[in-house]
């Protein structure tokens, strides 16, 4: 089966950075991505990693590890608009499914 | 460009009638189609993916059942609406690559 642990809750200030780890099992893997959902929303992707290594996306950054089944989402000057939920979520082969975590919650306060 | 569609947005149920959710892709073919659910303030449980037509999997045992009679189209039914079934369902593609693309979700409440 496939399992992917991420903390409930993170808070913080705007401006500040706040990083969103994610630890996986899976019995195959094709990669590590990131959605991002605001209240009543739909999620709406972020990131991607199939490979070990750090990915930049403007104010956004995904990492893995994949010796460490790990992987972490940095989110860097914090605007109120960044208070949302984060999954990460893996498939174990392309086209198949995609499982995810149940969600970080964060809360950007002024 | 790429779209899709799920309808409806809202819908309230009662026990025991019958579901029928559906959720179209268009400018795409042969998507990679999936159906969550999300209890209030939950993750997203992912219920059944489809790879082409005619091809279920499913991911949870339960009330719930899919079909995909269209390449573009995918349905999510009930024969029997339980209380339990209440949520958040979305409907998803993917091009095969990383990105899933969600559409706007219908949220059901079974009363």
């Known amino acids: 089966g496939q399992s992917l642990e991420q903390p409930s809750e993170v808070t913080a200030v705007e401006g500040a950075i706040v990083q969103i780890n994610c630890t996986y099992q899976?019995?195959?893997?094709?990669?590590l991505s990131w959605y991002q959902q605001h209240d009543g929303g739909a999620p709406t992707f972020l990131s991607y990693?199939?490979?070990?290594g750090l990915e930049e996306t403007g104010r956004f950054s995904s990492f893995l590890s994949r010796s460490d089944s790990y992987g972490y989402l940095l989110l860097q000057e914090l605007q109120m608009k960044d208070s949302a939920s984060y999954f990460c979520?893996?498939?174990?082969?392309?086209?198949?499914?995609?499982?995810f975590g149940k969600g970080t919650t964060l809360s950007v306060s002024s | 460009s790429q779209t899709i569609h799920q309808w409806p947005a809202t819908l309230v149920q009662p026990v025991g009638s019958p579901l029928s959710l559906e959720c179209t892709v268009e400018?795409?073919?042969?998507?990679?189609l999936y159906w969550y659910r999300q209890a209030a303030g939950r993750g997203l449980q992912l219920l059944f993916y489809?790879?082409?037509?005619?091809?279920i999997s499913s991911e949870v045992p339960q009330n719930l059942s899919a079909s995909r009679p269209q390449d573009r189209q995918f349905i999510l039914s009930s024969k029997k609406l339980l209380l339990s079934d209440s949520g958040f369902y979305l409907c998803?593609?993917?091009?095969?690559?990383?990105?899933?693309?969600f559409g706007q979700g219908t949220r059901l409440t079974v009363v």
């Open positions: 489809s790879v082409g037509i005619g091809q």
């Open positions: 400018g795409t073919s042969n998507p990679n």
């Open positions: 998803a593609w993917r091009p095969g690559g990383a990105e899933a693309f």
């Open positions: 979520a893996v498939s174990n082969q392309a086209g198949t499914a995609l499982i």
């Open positions: 990693n199939a490979l070990d």
């Open positions: 899976t019995s195959g893997f094709y990669g």
